[in-house]
């Protein structure tokens, strides 16, 4: 088993705070909250991928037992924040969010067309089943390469230029001796957290809104919630204290929230909405099928002359998702010449969104493959390939890195995973008549910062509670910001509490590219800062420490210090009762400034995999995996492997068994439930070994942490393919790498 090598046993990692609610059932989950005079929607969805709803018989339905309302675009409440709903003649155009029991207009299989709402759920599931939905449909496209000649120009490029989507040409292509061009498709994904996507909707007035609701982000949810039933943002409540995993799939407010609160105006009571596995597959996005172009010139001696890299997603009939496919070519290796373009092609189906690591783990699966097949021309080892053509600036923005460990990872990680073991053949590397092969990727990911807010409130007996509306959706945010405020302040874990999950708490952004650490970390410990300060100020005021000298002072087990040396200083507790305070409260806001300008700001990473291959059946197994970050400072060594650990089981799915496949006759999805729509199990896991380089980046925000999310999973497809080449010099340009393309 691996050695935890950087958990320091003289300050280890804390446990989750919260893993105990969370393991006896003490954790409150949106569909779990016992509101009196709850009632239960069921959403009944379109069995057609294009066309219009010609009527809807609810009478059945209607009297069935228990039978509340029977909600539709005949008789939903209108949504002011969408103008009216006369029936429009025309679809919506691109650019349109859906809008829930809107219009007459079916613009994707499985689309919520109405809701049955009950006293229980099994009255409302029974009622559902009774309702007669006719449609006259039209002719739909729903496949990708059938339809791909019609992908154009992005709207948003069109309507904006300096759109990062826009085509992209840097430098003049320098002598090609070796070339290599290949395209690669990605499949449709889909997020499926354990935990479906759960609203309880709360009309506590005419005006005023409490949503418990699983979401990524309990402010944008307040904020477009707000915008939908043009109420005040301060009359909006959303709340999420615990989510079963999102990867994504909660970062926007969907249809199936706005028909939940829609229903429970309609209804005046509070309703629940619970989203079936099955409906999971088209109400909360999804990774788009996406194929990829690249060609990659290099001269004889491994250097890289140009890159082109072309990427076209799928998007919805009325809605456009841009991710960010393209954009690691321009900027993860050193290159004289390189050309991007970023095309959508749209189809009858709901829109996407951001998936684990999205459009970046889709574009480095190509450009990582792509790396893997050039060094393979040209006979060189991947990984010195990649260090021969490492990047010292950012040739994109023409911008030092704020900081970049990527070579101390590649060394660590080659050595921790015995890369010198690699023969350079492919199907050379065989071990009781299977194939056994090695391969690595790198991983990028330009994290973010957002302004966010915290406050802390230290109490009478020195404990304090640290409060910002951040999320946790899995990482364990609030044992990292426990962590950060205790230290800050001096004080045992214990003597913490963090809150979370409340659009009522200090403005924070959702949990989403792997922005909460370098963000809401940065709040929270410029406030625990600000905190200590006051303290430090209010001992100052107190006799005996007047006389000190202020550059000396220290905090140290709850408690102001003289000196280092000091051993017998005033407590936090003591400070306050001195001053006849019970509580002692101070906000802050932490935000980037000049050096997002002055520096280009990326996470980097690699990963190691060894797999083995039968060469009879074409089953991969992953054997091994070796990961190495450079994520600036690790704020809890625990959680933060965790979460490593966690984004490479998602790249093992990626790689080897995600597949959302539709039946195009009827556009609809027949992979629906986990029988057919495979995840990693235990079993499909090896042995996973994380490193960090555990150095602050200084000049990425106070406490010198970048993101850790999305750079676990970034990479790891292109190195379970590369892998799967070497064991097979078989090169697999199509996730995910299932036996028949094996054999
Ligand atoms: Mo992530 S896909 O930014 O939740």
Redesign the pocket.
């Given at each position: 088993m691996e050695k935890r090598i950087f958990d320091n046993p003289a300050d280890p990692s804390l446990d989750r705070v919260d893993g105990r609610v969370k393991v006896t059932g003490k954790a409150t989950y949106s569909a779990e909250y016992a509101v009196p005079n709850l009632a239960h929607a069921v959403l009944v969805t379109s069995t057609i991928a294009k066309g219009v709803i010609t009527g809807i018989d609810a009478e059945k339905a209607n009297s069935a037992p228990g039978v509340l309302a029977v909600i539709s675009h005949l008789n939903a409440p209108k949504v002011p924040g969408w103008g009216s709903a006369a029936q429009p003649a025309e679809r919506a155009p691109i650019g349109t969010s859906f809008r829930v029991f809107y219009d007459h207009f079916v613009y994707f299989d499985g689309q919520p067309v109405a809701m049955v709402v009950a006293d229980t759920h099994e009255r409302a599931v029974y009622a559902a089943s009774l309702l007669k939905i006719t449609y006259q449909s039209e002719k739909h496209r729903t496949h990708f390469e059938a339809n791909v000649q019609q992908a154009i120009v992005p709207l948003n490029v069109q309507r904006n230029k300096t759109s990062p989507f826009a085509d992209y040409d840097r430098g003049e292509k320098g002598q090609v001796e070796a070339h290599i061009e290949a395209e690669y498709t990605i499949p449709t994904q889909h997020h499926q957290p354990m935990e479906p996507h759960a609203i309880v909707a709360v009309w506590e007035a005419e005006d005023k809104l409490t949503v418990y609701d699983k979401n990524?982000g309990v402010k944008s949810a307040q904020g477009q919630l707000a915008q939908a039933f043009k109420i005040p943002r301060e009359n909006v409540r959303v709340i999420a204290k615990y989510i079963g995993g999102?990867?994504?799939s909660g970062?926007r407010v969907w249809p199936h929230t706005i028909a939940a609160v829609l229903a429970a105006k309609h209804v005046g009571r509070p309703v629940k909405l619970v989203l079936g596995r099955e409906q999971m597959f088209t109400s909360v996005g999804y990774r788009p099928y996406t194929v990829q172009k690249l060609t990659i010139g290099a001269s004889k001696n491994g250097k890289l002359t140009s890159i082109t890299h072309e990427g076209i997603g799928q998007t919805s009939a009325y809605e456009e998702h841009l991710e960010r496919t393209i954009l690691a070519s321009r900027s993860l290796y050193a290159c004289p010449h390189v050309s991007t373009r970023y095309r959508l092609l749209s189809l009858d189906v709901n829109t996407p969104t951001?998936?684990?690591?999205?459009g970046d783990a889709t574009g480095m699966f190509a450009l990582e493959s792509a790396m893997d097949e050039m060094a393979f021309a040209l006979n060189i080892d991947p990984l010195d390939f990649r260090i021969k053509n490492y990047a010292e600036l950012d040739q994109e923005r023409n911008l030092p890195w704020s900081a970049k460990s990527l070579k101390e990872c590649y060394v660590l990680g080659a050595e921790k995973f015995g890369w010198k073991n690699r023969k350079l053949e492919p199907k050379s590397m065989q071990k009781d008549g299977v194939l056994v092969g090695y391969g690595m990727a790198s991983s990028l990911y330009g994290f973010h910062r957002h302004p966010s807010k915290a406050r802390a409130v230290m109490q009478a007996d020195g404990s304090v509670i640290v409060q910002s509306a951040t999320m946790d959706?899995g990482p364990g945010t609030g044992t990292a910001m426990t962590r950060i405020a205790a230290k800050v302040l001096g004080i045992h874990a214990k003597m913490v509490r963090f809150d979370l999950g409340d659009s009522a708490l200090p403005d924070a952004p959702g949990?989403?590219?792997?922005s909460t650490i370098p963000s809401v970390g940065s709040a929270v410990h410029d406030v625990c800062v600000a905190l200590r300060d006051r303290l430090i100020e209010m001992a100052f005021e107190m006799p005996g420490f007047a006389t000190k000298e202020k550059s000396q002072v220290v905090v140290r087990n709850g408690q102001v210090l003289a000196s280092m040396a000091d051993t017998n200083g005033v407590s936090f507790g003591d400070i306050l009762k001195h001053h006849h305070r019970n509580e002692l409260e101070i906000s802050a806001e932490s935000k980037s400034g000049p050096e997002r300008d002055q520096y280009s700001m990326y996470s980097f990473g690699c990963h190691f995999v060894e797999v083995e291959v039968s060469p009879f059946t074409g089953e991969v197994h992953v054997t091994r995996v070796v990961t190495c970050a450079d994520v600036g400072t690790i704020i809890n060594y625990k959680t933060a492997r965790s979460q490593s650990i966690g984004g490479i089981v998602g790249g093992i799915g990626m790689a080897l068994m995600e597949e959302s496949a539709m039946d195009h006759r009827y556009g609809r999805y027949v992979t629906s439930d986990f029988s057919s729509y495979h995840i990693p199990v235990h079993a499909d896991i090896p042995p996973i070994e994380v490193y960090y380089i555990d150095k602050p980046d200084v000049h990425v925000n106070p406490i010198g942490s970048k993101g850790l999310?999305?750079i676990a999973i970034v990479g790891v497809a292109a190195a379970v393919a590369n892998a799967v080449f070497h064991a097979t010099g078989k090169r697999i340009r199509q996730l995910p790498i299932t036996p028949d393309k094996l054999i």
């Open positions: 990524q999102a990867f994504g970062i951001w998936m684990r690591g999205p959706i949990q989403n590219g792997s999310g999305e």
